[in-house]
């Protein structure tokens, strides 16, 4: 038996010296150390030595098993530490190439004219308001005293989901929610999409982009709606373009207004973007009719307000000298890096 061991502990040493990788090592112990291996089944054959030999040989037994695992534990670590510099070797880094050029992104145009837009109402006081891009006929339509002839109603106009249901024609539905689950008074901003069964052009896309604003409080009058759109507009054009307000007709205002400003290309004096007219329509705006807040559940013999709405789009192509509306869309760097 304590040839056997010694053999047994010669054997291992022999194969944990030629390891040259961690597998083979781990290979090794099993073979030696494992439930199967050379030493576990001279320890379990003890049972048949004399009691006087089982001491001498079970301490032998485990000077071999002790000697067993140092080996493998001191081989392993050279192994590792091979690897590792092989590692470091095969994977190093030459620090005199030049680098890769890391090309950072920024803020869309239209993202850009947004947080603009909110920026100055926000400073007037306003607050954002948010709501679902889907929306019933109620919302959309019956709320905002919208006809059941009105052209918008027409499957041509709008996509429908089901016959109550559709993707919102404008962000008024908004304006709809806070009128119901806000006592006034109210001053919000409406951004978001909104879409439209319109053919793609230059001016026209089936989806595009919104703003609108609700005030309501006592005492609200047009001279209020004119002073904050005038502000509103300086704030964004400067203070040497002009306003002026047009009649018009919504259903969801009384009295209504469209609004045009000085041509900011040419300051007025005639262009082709303006089509030598000097001015430029830029929203529709005017009084909120009285049914409309009563629907909301707001007394409009106490209350008045106004509400106006402009496409973020055409903000945009003013702003930058934009002629068609399709290039914020087509994700060309060449027009993304001018912003």
């Not at 050379?38 to 000697?67: C, W």
Request: aromatic fraction near 8%; proline fraction near 5%; include cysteine.
């Amino acid at each position: 038996m304590q040839q056997k061991l010694a053999d047994i502990k010669l054997k291992a040493l022999e194969s944990i010296k030629s390891s040259e990788n961690l597998k083979a090592l781990d290979e090794v112990r099993v073979s030696f150390l494992g439930k199967k291996g050379e030493l576990t089944k001279v320890l379990r054959g003890m049972k048949d030595l004399t009691k006087e030999e089982r001491p001498l040989i079970g301490k032998l037994a485990n000077e071999v098993r002790e000697e067993i695992e140092k080996s493998l534990e001191i081989a392993k670590d050279m192994i590792s530490k091979k690897q590792r510099e092989a590692q470091l070797i095969k994977e190093v880094i030459d620090v005199t190439l030049p680098s890769k050029k890391v090309t950072l992104g920024h803020r869309h145009p239209m993202t850009i004219v947004l947080d603009d837009l909110k920026d100055i109402f926000i400073g007037m006081g306003y607050s954002i308001a948010e709501g679902p891009e889907i929306e019933n006929a109620y919302y959309n339509f019956d709320a905002l005293n919208i006809p059941e002839e009105h052209p918008a109603k027409d499957e041509q106009d709008t996509f429908y989901i089901n016959e109550e249901m559709m993707l919102r024609t404008s962000t008024s539905p908004v304006q709809v929610h806070a009128m119901e689950n806000t006592k006034p008074p109210i001053r919000i901003i409406a951004p978001g999409r909104v879409f439209r069964s319109d053919e793609v052009d230059a001016t026209h896309s089936p989806v595009f982009h919104q703003i609108e604003g609700l005030v309501i409080d006592k005492n609200i009058t047009m001279g209020d709606l004119k002073g904050a759109l005038k502000i509103f507009i300086k704030e964004l054009y400067g203070e040497t373009v002009q306003v002026k307000f047009r009649p018009h007709f919504f259903p969801f205002t009384e009295p209504s207004a469209e609004m045009d400003v000085s041509c900011v290309m040419c300051g007025g004096k005639g262009c082709r973007v303006c089509k030598g007219t000097g001015w430029i329509e830029i929203l529709g705006c005017g009084m909120v009719h009285p049914r409309v807040l009563e629907m909301s559940g707001i007394d409009p013999n106490v209350y008045s307000g106004f509400a106006f709405g402009m496409g973020l789009e055409r903000i945009a192509m003013l702003r930058y000298g934009i002629k068609d509306m399709r290039i914020f869309y087509e994700n060309d760097i060449r027009f993304l890096k001018q912003f």
